[in-house]
């Protein structure tokens, strides 16, 4: 089993949609949530880090539940830029240093 | 305020030969990840560099090894090359400090990758 599981989708929607991502991980020593966006053969860049209050960006919204071990991300008004491949990511610290454990990412494809 | 940087962009090598990657963190980051990315999946942790050591190590062969310099860019050497190493290889930069307690929310910025096709 591996240790951030995604939907890899593709979810389809429209422009204006909302769409919800959901991850789970397994390692109850994470400490630090992530979501990286990756387009297509580029870099994953940061979208927003996750905290257990929840977090919202603009039309993206993050949550975090600890005890379900269960990160979401939420899209509303979806426009066709949104179009990438939405990892989750956790973060453990060992040894004193900070290590990043990716999950394959889910893609979301806006259409007109 | 230039960010991270890798060289080459890409790279195609034959199975057996030996290939080093290059990677520059962003501007105040004294600290460097390697990733690797097959095709279809996420990143997948090599190793780190802090104060030119080995910090931590993902599960990757000794023929994965790396250094860091000085001015804390850092190389990415892979020996005895394998069909299977074909894949985007990122180098991710972060501003971290050891800490004896256990929270650290240092964020990674990650380079353009280098892309390496073993034949």
């Known amino acids: 089993r591996k240790e951030v599981e995604q939907d890899p989708g593709p979810f389809n929607v429209p422009e204006g949609a909302t769409v919800a991502f959901n991850c789970t991980y397994s390692?109850?020593?994470?400490?630090?949530f992530f979501w990286y966006r990756q387009d297509c053969r580029k870099e994953p860049k940061l979208l927003m880090s996750?905290?257990?209050s929840g977090n919202e960006d603009g039309r993206f919204t993050a949550q975090l539940n600890r005890a379900s071990q269960y990160i979401s991300l939420l899209i509303r008004d979806s426009k066709l830029s949104d179009s990438a491949t939405y990892l989750c990511v956790v973060g453990r610290v060992s040894g004193g240093y900070n290590k990043l454990i990716f999950g394959a990412g889910t893609r979301l494809a806006v259409h007109p | 305020d230039a960010g991270v940087t890798q060289s080459p962009t890409h790279l195609i090598k034959t199975r057996g030969q030996q290939v080093t990657l290059r990677c520059s963190p962003k501007s105040g980051h004294d600290t460097v990840s390697w990733y690797q990315q097959a095709l279809g999946q996420g990143p997948q942790f090599i190793f780190q560099?802090?104060?030119?050591?080995?910090?931590q190590r993902g599960n990757f062969p000794d023929r994965f090894s790396g250094h860091q310099f000085p001015n804390y860019s850092s190389e990415l050497n892979v020996n005895a090359l394998l069909l299977g190493d074909s894949a985007l290889y990122l180098c991710?930069?972060?501003?971290?400090?050891?800490?004896?307690?256990?929270?650290?929310?240092?964020?990674?910025?990650f380079g353009p990758g280098t892309r390496l096709t073993v034949l």
């Open positions: 996750v905290y257990s």
């Open positions: 390692n109850s020593a994470s400490q630090s």
């Open positions: 560099y802090y104060e030119e050591e080995e910090r």
């Open positions: 991710a930069s972060s501003s971290t400090l050891y800490r004896a307690a256990a929270f650290s929310t240092d964020t990674q910025y």
